[in-house]
Antibody, heavy 118, light 110 residues
Framework: EVQLVESGGGLVQPGGSLRLSCAASGFTFSYYSMNWVRQAPGKGLEWISYISSSSSVIYYADFVKGRFTISRDNAKNSLYLQMNSLRDEDTAVYYC???????????WGQGTLVTVSS | QSVLTQPPSASGTPGQRVTISCSGSSSNIGSNTVNWYQHLPGRAPKLLIYSKNQRPSGVPDRFSGSKSGTSASLAISGLQSEDEADYYCTAWDDSLNGRVFGGGTKLTVL
């Protein structure tokens, strides 16, 4: 069974940093590209970043460029999101999602809540 | 403001057919496939439609998708109470070099 489990969320002050992790199981992690998507309170889904299976291709949404860094460790079946210079508007539930080719997200995690507040 | 435009709400009675629209541009819907997701509060989003109206295993054929030019739509026939959820369209955007979502449509089953 495919499972994606996010962790690392919590309360952080504006300007602070946080590192999210996504532990994958039930499939060959190194074969798949991965993404991070978030949902702010009362808002819709918002794509953050994409990383290819070998980490050779990475894309970011404009609003996180220079602040967030996506990475992965295929030996540990894990995906990461390093978030720096956090702002109030980064408060959201953060999801990791597996993508099939470049087509569609077929599996998502349950999400981890990040709250940026003083 | 989302790149893809969806109506914020939709509603129907049990057994009815409802459609949810998704409007984009030539750089996203016009040139790439559209996917649809169902999202319930506190749950992981669920893939409903991908590629050219393909449904993952387990998604009933009551759900169907279509695309014309720079617009797409999701149709739900035989509406059921458990269909009450938020629905999102998404596509890759060649100009932004990123994936874009619609703002979401809250479906209410009356």
């Amino acid at each position: 069974e495919v499972q994606l489990v996010e962790s690392g969320g919590g309360l952080v002050q504006p300007g602070g940093s946080l590192r999210l992790s996504c532990a994958a199981s039930g499939f060959t992690f190194s074969y798949y590209s991965m993404n991070w998507v978030r949902q702010a309170p009362g808002k819709g889904l918002e794509w953050i970043s994409y990383i290819s299976s070998s980490s050779s291709v990475i894309y970011y949404a404009d609003f996180v460029k220079g602040r967030f860094t996506i990475s992965r460790d295929n030996a540990k079946n894990s995906l990461y999101l390093q978030m720096n210079s956090l702002r109030d508007e980064d408060t959201a539930v953060y999801y990791c999602a597996r993508i099939v080719g470049v087509s569609h997200f077929d599996y998502w995690g349950q999400g981890t809540l990040v709250t940026v507040s003083s | 403001q989302s790149v893809l435009t969806q109506p914020p709400s939709a509603s129907g009675t049990p057994g009815q057919r409802v459609t949810i629209s998704c409007s984009g541009s030539s750089s996203n819907i016009g040139s790439n496939t559209v996917n649809w997701y169902q999202h319930l509060p506190g749950r992981a989003p669920k893939l409903l439609i991908y590629s050219k109206n393909q449904r993952p295993s387990g998604v009933p054929d009551r759900f169907s998708g279509s695309k014309s030019g720079t617009s797409a739509s999701l149709a739900i026939s035989g509406l059921q109470s458990e269909d009450e959820a938020d629905y999102y369209c998404t596509a890759w955007d060649d100009s932004l070099n990123g994936r874009v979502f619609g703002g979401g449509t809250k479906l209410t089953v009356l």
